[in-house]
């Protein structure tokens, strides 16, 4: 159980573009889900949180017009990124808040987006 | 603020023989939980294990386990006989109430099993 997906798992795309990358619980409602940004050989940093139903949380310093998130179902939340450059690149990866007593994030297999 | 803290870049460890990855924690708040993750190359984020702060005992799952020290706020990974399949980038993570359940990582320590 607690399986998270993510779609796609990588995508090249030219500056100027927007790409669309979607998280989706398989087995569980995610009535939250967080988007992190992975730089390599560095850490997860979270960028925003994603309830559904509402707005979207971001961290300080991300741009939400930039960085567009929708949660639209219990079981999928989409990040786009607006108008991509090659400083966007990087590695995206999502997660889902399972609700059980252990508060137990589980994540996606991430996305790695490379803007040329 | 939380903070976690990683002190070791790497380790080496020879198949079969134990491993323990340190992690300290910083949080004013009293309730939190602490997690452990492998992000094997492939990128990929594993859940391991996880300890809540009002836990009794320390947790396990297999060969993992989790060295809970609430006093001197450390969360060590304990990896039993490891395999070649565990070298990988270990991270721990803490969550708290007021930090709305958002995970806070350390930097990660990369972790190499030699045959």
């Known amino acids: 159980g607690a399986v998270v997906s993510q779609h796609p798992s990588w995508v090249i795309c030219k500056s100027g573009t927007s790409v669309k990358i979607e998280c989706r619980s398989l087995?569980?409602?995610?009535?939250?889900m967080f988007w992190y940004r992975q730089f390599p050989k560095q850490s997860l940093m979270l960028m925003a949180t994603s309830n559904e139903g509402s707005k979207a949380t971001y961290e300080q310093g991300v741009e939400k017009d930039k960085f567009l998130i929708n949660h639209a179902s219990l079981t999928l939340s989409t990040l786009t990124v607006t108008s991509a450059h090659p400083e966007d690149s990087s590695f995206y990866i999502c997660?889902?808040?399972?609700?059980?007593?252990?508060?137990?994030?589980?994540f996606g297999p991430g996305t790695r987006l490379t803007v040329l | 603020a939380q903070k976690i803290t990683q002190t070791q870049p790497g380790m080496f460890v020879q198949e079969k023989e134990a491993v323990t990855l340190d992690c300290t924690y910083d949080t004013s708040d009293p309730s939190y939980g602490l997690f452990w993750y492998k992000q094997p190359s492939s990128g990929e984020m594993i859940f391991l294990i996880y300890q809540g702060s009002y836990d009794q005992q320390n947790a396990t799952e297999g060969r993992y386990s989790l060295n809970f020290q609430k006093a001197r706020k450390s969360a060590n990974l304990v990896i039993s006989a490891s395999q070649l399949g565990d070298s990988a980038m270990y991270f721990c993570a803490m969550s708290t109430i007021q930090g709305a359940q958002k995970l806070v990582f350390g930097q990660g320590t990369r972790l190499t099993i030699n045959p």
């Open positions: 997660s889902a808040y399972s609700g059980t007593s252990t508060d137990t994030q589980y």
């Open positions: 087995d569980f409602q995610a009535t939250t």
